[in-house]
């Protein structure tokens, strides 16, 4: 787990962009360019060390998951920087350190079926899918939605079903899920969620009533109560939709 000496920078790089243009279509399909493998392995090395990544199987998903595929066109030479980029429609990805504590703190495995809020380009659902056995993912903005979609058919991600939806009541008929990860922050957990975790399941939720003062929360259900663990201040965008009626 993180050091709180390390928050500031984890402050830093969870800072939220502002929007450009999406991904080309064109430029997904080049896999094989050079350097960017070696750019990977070098931002998963830095993580490791700096941030005590130590999930093997979470180590090898983030090594095999070409960021530099989620970001737009403008953006790729700075993929495997450890801080955010916009993403278009006034949304970020997550630096990848988050994305690779919040990836380990779930606790993954291959038999699990796991429930994401906040699709954004598809990279949080494309590290899931080499982990577990299906992702169910829901995206709030339907243009987003439809770009991940197809953005993670085309790289080949089957185990991913991606839909436009407010997330706030989850997706009820896959559920109940093994494992839930927010990527965006309510005010409160919803209640839905957590309904509709498994019993020994864990939840992975950025809460906050603003952005500066948000917490990373760990919930596990045991014995069908909710244990709380704080986890570190962090920044994400706002959950929208239902959940701002509540």
């Known amino acids: 787990m993180p050091k709180r000496n390390r928050l500031s920078s984890i ?12 991904l080309s279509c064109a430029e997904e399909k080049d896999t094989a360019k050079p ?3 070696g750019q990977r392995n070098a931002m998963v090395d830095a993580i490791i060390a700096r941030w005590e990544l130590s999930d093997e199987r979470v180590i090898a998903a983030m090594r095999k998951t070409p960021r530099h595929l989620f970001v737009p066109e403008s953006s ?3 993929a495997y920087q450890d801080y955010p980029l916009p993403i278009g429609h006034e949304q970020t990805i997550s630096a990848p350190s988050i994305v690779a504590l919040m990836t380990q703190l779930l606790e993954p495995k291959a038999e699990h079926t796991v429930f994401e ?6 990279y949080q659902a494309a590290v899931l899918a080499e982990l577990v056995k299906h992702v169910y993912s829901i ?5 987003l939605a439809n770009e991940a979609r197809d953005r993670l058919r085309r790289l080949g991600y089957e185990k991913v079903s991606v839909r436009a939806g407010d997330g706030y009541r989850g997706w009820p008929s896959e559920a109940p ?14 209640e839905p969620l957590i309904a509709q975790l498994k019993e020994g399941g864990r939840m992975v939720i950025p809460v906050g009533e603003e952005r500066g003062r948000q917490e990373l929360l760990l919930l596990t259900k045991i014995n069908g109560e909710i244990v709380k663990q704080s986890v570190l201040p962090v920044i994400f965008v706002p959950m929208t939709g239902e959940v701002q009626d509540k």
Do not use: K, M, N
Not at 139 to 143: G, H, K, N, V
């Open 76 to 78: 790729r030479h700075l």
């Open 117 to 122: 809020v906040g699709t954004g380009s598809g």
């Open 35 to 37: 350097g960017y493998e």
């Open 11 to 22: 402050l830093v790089i969870a800072l939220i962009g502002l929007g450009l243009c999406p």
């Open 177 to 190: 899920f093994d494992g839930i990860i927010v990527t965006c922050a309510p005010e409160r957990i919803p």
């Open 139 to 143: 995206e709030i903005l339907e243009p």
